[in-house]
């Protein structure tokens, strides 16, 4: 196998710029298709695993109670 040969199979794995402008309008249509709000996917999780849910949600309020003031005191003495 030489250069010309490499060069030739290398170029079949690149796609050309306008190829690669279909799959990037491709995948952002996709992305948009599927974009949820952040409630709607905090429902969604409720609604198949409630205890799941529950616990992140508490998990979140006792890191927000606990680090805010920790944060506080350390940008004190920083």
């Not at 205890?51 to 920790?70: F, N």
């Amino acid at each position: 196998m030489n250069d010309a040969e490499i060069m030739s199979l290398w170029s079949g794995l690149e796609p050309s710029a306008r190829r690669r402008a279909r799959i990037e309008t491709r995948v952002f249509e996709w992305l948009d298709a599927s974009e949820t709000s952040f409630a709607a996917e905090w429902l969604g999780l409720l609604k198949m695993q409630p205890v799941a849910g529950l616990a992140y949600a508490a998990v979140g309020a006792l890191a927000l109670v606990l680090l805010t003031p920790v944060g506080w005191m350390v940008s004190l003495l920083v």
